[in-house]
Nanobody, 121 residues
Framework: QVHLMESGGGLVQPGGSLRLSCTAS????????MGWYRQAPGKERELVAR???????NYADAVKGRFTISRDNAKNTVYLQINILKPEDTAVYYC???????????????WGQGTQVTVSS
């Protein structure tokens, strides 16, 4: 059993910052790529950023230069530093992880429950 726990969402004014965290726990053999996605009301879930085990990351064009993804492998945790927030960043942010549960069960995808980020004055 694997669980992803997100934290750090909230209400923030335009131009503000937030730091989201997501920690994976449970029977993890190897934690592979981790990422953040978001879903705004009435829209499909979209990729925000992903990072592999050695720290290579990629970002959606809409967040480049404002968002930074990082991870701490010792803590099984991925972070998303969000700066210069805009109202269009309002969404539920979901953590995603690709996890090897054993040598025979590889690449199982898990999602967190989501954390709400609201940008409003």
């Amino acid at each position: 059993q694997v669980h992803l726990m997100e934290s750090g969402g909230g209400l923030v004014q335009p131009g503000g910052s937030l730091r989201l965290s997501c920690t994976a726990s449970g029977s993890i053999f190897r934690l592979n790529d981790m990422g953040w996605y978001r879903q705004a009301p009435g829209k499909e879930r979209e990729l925000v950023a992903r990072i592999d085990r050695v720290g290579v990351s990629n970002y959606a064009d809409a967040v480049k230069g404002r968002f930074t993804i990082s991870r701490d492998n010792a803590k099984n945790t991925v972070y998303l530093q969000i700066n210069i927030l805009k109202p269009e960043d309002t969404a539920v942010y979901y953590c995603n992880a690709d996890i090897d549960l054993s040598l025979l069960r590889r690449g199982v995808e898990y999602w967190g429950q989501g954390t709400q980020v609201t940008v409003s004055s």
